[in-house]
């Protein structure tokens, strides 16, 4: 398996309306639908937020997968028109991910140090010098 490259969207609360449509524009099934209310967390969160769209993916192709959430003010997340796209690297090894993580976040911002996840994966965000938004991700499930 090679690094591949896909667009991430972020709305502000309405993912689940927005990749409806992309849906019906493109065709397919979604990959994933979660949502902020089924992630652990020890802070209580508002139910206005448990319904929001933490992460889902619609493929489009073997190679392009279109991918999307809602901005979470819980979780700091604010949602700034035109800086709502990032771009995921899906990594094909962990050293790999670290890497381009450390290359990418060079003279950048953290925004969520590269580290184990919940649902199995490493995963970081960062901006880096030049303001483009990136997420980092390795599977632990990929062979």
Same mark, same amino acid.
């Given at each position: 398996?090679?690094?591949?490259?896909?667009?991430?969207?972020? #709305?502000?609360?309405?993912?689940?309306?927005?990749?409806?449509?992309?849906?019906?524009?493109?065709?397919?099934?979604?990959?994933?639908?979660?949502? #902020?209310?089924?992630?652990?967390?020890?802070?209580?969160?508002?139910?206005?937020?448990?319904?929001?769209?933490?992460?889902?993916?619609?493929?489009?192709?073997?190679?392009?997968? %279109?991918?999307?959430?809602?901005?979470?003010?819980?979780? /700091?997340?604010?949602?700034?028109?035109?800086?709502?796209?990032?771009?995921?690297?899906?990594?094909?090894?962990?050293?790999?991910?670290?890497? %381009? #993580?450390?290359?990418?976040?060079?003279?950048?911002?953290?925004?969520?140090?590269?580290?184990?996840?919940?649902? /199995?994966?490493?995963? /970081?965000?960062?901006?880096?010098? #030049?303001?483009?938004?990136?997420?980092?991700?390795?599977?632990?499930?990929?062979?």
């Amino acid at each position: 398996m090679s690094t591949t490259v896909n667009p991430y969207l972020t #709305f502000n609360g309405n993912c689940e309306e927005a990749f409806n449509y992309y849906k019906s524009v493109f065709g397919g099934e979604f990959d994933h639908v979660s949502r #902020f209310g089924e992630m652990p967390s020890e802070n209580p969160m508002p139910k206005s937020e448990k319904e929001k769209i933490m992460h889902i993916s619609l493929p489009l192709s073997s190679e392009t997968t %279109i991918m999307g959430s809602d901005a979470s003010e819980t979780f /700091g997340q604010v949602f700034n028109p035109g800086d709502n796209i990032s771009l995921s690297i899906n990594a094909s090894t962990e050293d790999e991910a670290k890497r %381009i #993580f450390g290359a990418l976040s060079e003279d950048g911002t953290i925004t969520m140090p590269l580290d184990k996840t919940f649902w /199995g994966a490493l995963f /970081g965000m960062c901006i880096d010098k #030049f303001g483009i938004n990136w997420m980092v991700n390795y599977s632990y499930e990929q062979k």
